[in-house]
T-cell receptor, first 112, second 109 residues
Framework: ETGVTQSPTHLIKTRGQQVTLRCSSQ?????VSWYQQALGQGPQFIFQ???????GRGNFPPRFSGLQFPNYSSELNVNALELDDSALYLC???????????FGPGTRLLVL | AQRVTQPEKLLSVFKGAPVELKCNYS??????LFWYVQYSRQRLQLLLR??SRESIKGFTADLNKGETSFHLKKPFAQEEDSAMYYC???????????FGTGTSLTVIP
């Protein structure tokens, strides 16, 4: 059984650019959630995907979008990057009926 | 609106002393509450959940609906308990989780 993996581990972008972050779910998990964790804060829920459909969204603007693929891997896309988007982005996977989420190590994004 | 509040950002206790990490929540309906822990250089992981009413690594947490609290307790702290602890509430509709800002626990030898 493999754990949740994320890529890249870190990256630097400039304001206005677009970024794509990737997540590979734990084997057998069909649900993935994305979180933004700013420095000194707890994870903030961005959205969740279940079987390739969005299944809930937090208070984030539409420039945050996502995809889930048939193999249950997932992408988080952020357009028109702003300085405040600098944060650690976490993905977490679970099976549809299980509350326990398994977190990846995160991608640290810096927007200059 | 803040759904989960952890009033202490930092907490230090001596080894062998009792420890309590506070968590208060606001939610209309029956909440599902969790404690997550992040040890140094490790990823966030589930510690315990109120539904299971279990004790993990000596930690327990009781849901108090009257006080809307879910405090994490351990009678005798150990050095390996030093970590970042997050309280989380699961919003049943949409399976969303809301996390508090976390408490950094340091157990002094």
């Amino acid at each position: 059984e493999t754990g949740v993996t994320q890529s890249p581990t870190h990256l630097i972008k400039t304001r206005g650019q677009q970024v794509t972050l990737r997540c590979s779910s734990q084997s057998g998990h069909n649900t993935v959630s994305w979180y933004q964790q700013a420095l000194g804060q707890g994870p903030q829920f961005i959205f969740q995907y279940y079987r390739e459909e969005e299944n809930g969204r937090g208070n984030f603007p539409p420039r945050f979008s996502g995809l889930q693929f048939p193999n249950y891997s997932s992408e988080l896309n952020v357009n028109a990057l702003e300085l405040d988007d600098s944060a650690l982005y976490l993905c977490a996977s679970n099976t549809g009926g299980e509350e326990t989420q398994y977190f990846g190590p995160g991608t640290r994004l810096l927007v200059l | 609106a803040q759904r989960v509040t952890q009033p202490e950002k930092l907490l230090s206790v001596f080894k062998g002393a009792p420890v309590e990490l506070k968590c208060n929540y606001s939610y209309s309906g029956s909440p599902e509450l969790f404690w997550y822990v992040q040890y140094s250089r490790q990823r966030l992981q589930l510690l315990l959940r109120h539904i299971s009413r279990e004790s993990i690594k000596g930690f327990t947490a009781d849901l108090n609906k009257g006080e809307t609290s879910f405090h994490l307790k351990k009678p005798f702290a150990q050095e390996e308990d030093s970590a970042m602890y997050y309280c989380a509430l699961r919003w049943r509709t949409g399976n969303q989780f809301y996390f508090g800002t976390g408490t950094s626990l340091t157990v002094i030898p």
